[in-house]
Nanobody, 124 residues
Framework: QVQLVESGGGLVQAGGSLRLSCAAS????????MGWFRQAPGKEREFVAA????????RYADSVKGRFTISRDNAKNTVYLQMNSLRPEDTAVYYC?????????????????WGQGTQVTVSP
């Protein structure tokens, strides 16, 4: 069974940066396609970014393209989300997720493994 644990969330002013980490245990991270999702209060969960097993291919939601970067270090069993130029509308609980299949998917239902989430709050 895969366990995913996010960290790195917090409170930051608009324009600031945060780096989220997602540590995996129970499985080798390199066997999973990984994604980040977020859910703001009163809103549905939405796709943020994803990366293939090798790290060679990434995909981003239009709302974060050019500001967020997803990366992975399979040797450390960790996936990262570097978030720059943060905006108040980025405020949400951020979740990392993993799937066994190699393709990138933007739908949460395609991911079998989820972390507990980390809160990101961006003040104006």
């Amino acid at each position: 069974q895969v366990q995913l644990v996010e960290s790195g969330g917090g409170l930051v002013q608009a324009g600031g940066s945060l780096r989220l980490s997602c540590a995996a245990s129970g499985r080798t991270l390199g066997s999973l396609t990984m994604g980040w999702f977020r859910q703001a209060p009163g809103k549905e969960r939405e796709f943020v970014a994803a990366v293939t097993r090798s790290g060679m291919i990434t995909r981003y939601a239009d709302s974060v393209k050019g500001r967020f970067t997803i990366s992975r270090d399979n040797a450390k069993n960790t996936v990262y989300l570097q978030m720059n130029s943060l905006r108040p509308e980025d405020t949400a609980v951020y979740y990392c997720a993993g799937r066994d299949s190699p393709s990138i998917e933007t739908t949460g239902l395609e991911y079998a493994y989820w972390g507990q989430g980390t809160q990101v709050t961006v003040s104006p």
